[in-house]
């Protein structure tokens, strides 16, 4: 479990994070969203103990950053932003040089080896230079770096910049397969990224937690209300209206009649969905449905809310 | 102690890996067997000084050419970053990069024992001591310029600039008893105590005194300690 209280960090007069607060749960996925220089790295920097807080601290299973730093660190595979590797290694040895930071012997090097080699793909590049590797590779190699010792919990700043859609699902899906056991933090500013890979979602802005939770429920939080747009024939407007009485959940927004069709706009609660029953509505009253769609407010939607919301505040 | 192993074993590995140590080696063999046959063959004696009064002034160069990348190319890369999130204490990342560099310098120095040896089979009343000596004494220069190098790569992230920082705090150990006749006399001690000259023309006639050896292992200590104390600040960046 990782507990972060109060999380301050400055360089020199600039407040990069700004009393953050939060808490990550063992088997949690977590999604670190934020736009370029919002503090994601930092804090992650903080957790990792490559920063010292300004003030405020860090709990890793009740151990705090500045007395423990070393049990910390054993505890957590990171893998930095831009991915910095020693270009100038083999892959093999990076890895054993990773492996044999972390204590292990050579029996336990061996079964490590097979299994990142194993869950990252690399063993077409195992014996080459890491610099002559594809970017693709590097990502993997870095990946497999941070989690040779198969780590309680994994720290991954933008682990899939720079890799192709394909390997994006692999990788994907490899951190989903590890967060079922691990705690795995992972950052990003693709949201659609974060969105299909985390169960929940921390989002920051100049520093400062605007808001946590699930995407649904971050969503659900940013907007009430979901549109349901309805284009008919031969539903009149009184059918219309009639129809809301036997569906509360739903009100109208409005209604655009033309000779033939009419596009009805319809709003309920987010967490309803009566699409089924307007489909049932239209069958009975006889109305043909052209079209019926529901606009979503995505997660791209809140995050531009929320960022933009935070530099108003700021101003 | 474990974790400095490590890091001097890749460190030292990654020397090999790279052109770096050959050239190095290459170089520093031909420059010093040059200058050495050079002017050995015109005193017409049995001994080594030719070769020991011109490794210090190789070395100016050399070593902080060896060390200038050791922590200056870690920050660059960005590296320094991995290796410092890592569970390894600090002191142990600079004390196995500096071990590594120091035994690329000493590997390099003892390729120069081939004169020796050649000395040994075709000179006359060769003094084994003085040769022994002097040697021990290029070590420990050897020693002092690696920390002062490992030390100016810490300041900066640009290898170069490391380099020229190393050349300039060397130059100053080198060149410091020579400013003396400039210095006041109250100082003249003191100067001349921290002067690399001094110890070094000792220990290089053949006096092994506990004194020298303090000089240079607290040079070394005192190098060391600041190198890591610098690693250690981009915490409170």
Redesign the interface.
């Known amino acids: 479990m990782i507990k972060v209280e109060n999380l301050s960090k400055s360089?020199g007069p600039v407040e990069a994070v700004k009393s953050l607060s939060f808490e990550v749960n063992d088997g949690e996925i977590v999604g670190f969203l934020g736009a370029n220089g919002a503090g994601k790295s930092t804090t992650l920097?903080v957790m990792?103990?490559?920063?010292?807080p300004t003030s405020g601290n860090v709990y890793v299973d009740n151990l705090n950053i500045f007395d423990h730093e070393?049990?910390i660190?054993?505890k957590?595979g990171?893998l930095?932003e831009?991915n910095?590797?020693?270009?100038?290694?083999k892959v093999f040895?990076l890895l054993k040089?990773?492996a044999?930071?972390?204590?292990m012997n050579d029996k336990h090097f061996k079964t490590a080896l097979e299994r990142v080699v194993h869950d990252c793909g690399l063993s077409g590049v195992i014996h080459r230079n890491v610099g002559d590797c594809s970017k693709g590779y590097k990502q993997r190699i870095g990946l497999a770096?941070a989690m040779i010792h198969d780590p309680e919990i994994l720290i991954l700043d933008e682990p899939v910049t720079g890799l192709d859609p394909n390997q994006i699902v692999e990788i994907r899906q490899l951190i989903k397969q590890l967060g079922k056991e691990k705690l795995v933090i992972m950052s990003s500013h693709i949201l659609q990224e974060i969105q299909a890979t985390v169960d929940k979602i921390i989002i920051i802005n100049n520093g400062e937690l605007v808001a946590e939770g699930s995407s649904d429920e971050l969503i659900a939080s940013a907007q009430g209300l979901a549109q349901l747009k309805l284009e008919l024939t031969g539903a009149t407007e009184d059918g219309i209206q009639e129809m809301k009485a036997f569906i509360p959940s739903v009100s109208i927004h409005s209604i655009n009649s033309n000779d033939n069709s009419s596009l009805v706009t319809l709003e309920y609660e987010y967490t309803s969905d009566p699409r089924k029953d307007i489909f049932d509505y239209a069958v009975k009253s006889q109305w043909s449905i052209l079209e019926m769609s529901q606009s979503k407010t995505n997660l791209e939607d809140v995050f531009r809310s929320l960022t933009q919301k935070g530099d108003q505040g700021n101003a | 102690m474990h974790n400095t192993l490590v890091i001097f074993k890749k460190e030292l590995k990654s020397f090999f890996n790279s052109p770096m140590a050959y050239i190095f080696l290459v170089i520093f063999a031909l420059v010093t067997g040059y200058f050495f046959t050079n002017t050995f063959f015109l005193y017409n004696q049995s001994d080594m000084r030719a070769l020991f009064s011109i490794v210090p002034l190789v070395y100016l160069f050399f070593i902080p050419a060896v060390t200038m990348s050791l922590i200056a190319k870690e920050k660059s890369v960005g590296t320094i970053e991995t290796i410092s999130t890592l569970p390894i204490q600090d002191r142990d990342v600079v004390l196995g990069k500096f071990l590594a560099g120091y035994s690329l310098i000493i590997i390099g120095l003892m390729v120069t024992v081939i004169h020796y040896i050649t000395l040994a089979f075709v000179g006359t009343n060769v003094d084994h001591g003085a040769v022994l000596s002097g040697y021990f004494g290029l070590i420990l220069l050897g020693g002092v310029y690696s920390a002062v190098g490992i030390f100016s790569s810490s300041l900066t992230e640009n290898s170069v600039v490391a380099f020229i920082i190393g050349v300039f705090i060397v130059l100053i150990f080198f060149l410091l008893d020579k400013t003396l006749i400039f210095v006041p006399d109250a100082f003249a001690g003191f100067v001349q105590y921290l002067s690399v000259d001094f110890h070094l023309s000792n220990i290089s006639r053949g006096v092994i005194d506990t004194r020298n050896l303090v000089y240079f292992g607290s040079v070394i200590g005192f190098f060391l300690f600041l190198t890591t104390r610098i690693v250690e600040s981009r915490k409170w960046g």
Do not use: C, N
Request: proline fraction near 7%; charge should be neutral; avoid cysteine.
């Open positions: 360089y920097k990792t103990g490559f920063l010292s070393h049990e660190q054993k957590i990171y930095p831009l910095p590797l020693y270009v100038d290694m040895d040089f990773h044999s930071v972390r204590g770096a």
